[in-house]
């Protein structure tokens, strides 16, 4: 099944993959900046208090990229109050995006990075008591893999939130602004869809997710699941 906008600025150009995250982290952190309050259209305020929410146990962060977005999330948690996980496992196929997070985590014993792709997760079932996948659904070359491998390491309790990149809706200036940074986005590989809500909430239910509460802020469509 498929989220595709059927919106007609959207070219029809696939993910690269691993491949289309060659450049450096850094760089990906400032361009992401630009891209989150060009395409998304949430101040990221927003996107962190809402991940920040779903930290358990034994947390998953999937498609952890250069990994500023999870310390940042980390940081947003400590200041509104609340236990941190005790283990992190954080997972991404690029090899560039993650020497960033190896970086930047070098000192975090309890934090461990994995390459690899998140339809083939080398831990056992029911592990997790939190998924967050933040700026990357609508990156996924094959998102119900993905969604079918997570819900296998969930535990029935757990939580995962998602957002998702919708396409360009509102007035005139902020769809011409999206549909800018879409465009960049596809050509670079690291944008695979853009998703409407209707036919994204069916895909997680056709996964076996009951969603258990979404909402649309500016682009974007935040999900939290649990198992069904
Ligand atoms: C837009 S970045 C977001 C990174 C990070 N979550 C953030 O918010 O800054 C998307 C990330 O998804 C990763 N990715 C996409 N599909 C993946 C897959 N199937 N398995 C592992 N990583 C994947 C890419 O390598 C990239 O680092």
Known sequence: MTTESKNSDTPKVQ???ADAYRDPSWWYDIRGFFILMGTYQVMIWTHLTFFAKNLGQKH????IGSGTFLALTLLTK???GGKLPEEIIGIDY???????????FKKHKNIQLIQADLGNINYPDAYFDSVNIAHSFHAFPDPDKVLKELHRVMKPTAHLYVDVLLAPGGGYLRTTIANRVNRFCFKKGILARTCDAETTKAQFENNHFNVINSYIKGNTYHIIAKKE
């Open 15 to 17: 993910a690269k993959g």
């Open 60 to 63: 998953l962060e999937a498609a």
């Open 78 to 80: 400590k200041i509104t």
């Open 94 to 104: 690029a090899e560039r995006m993650l020497k960033g997070a190896q970086t930047l």
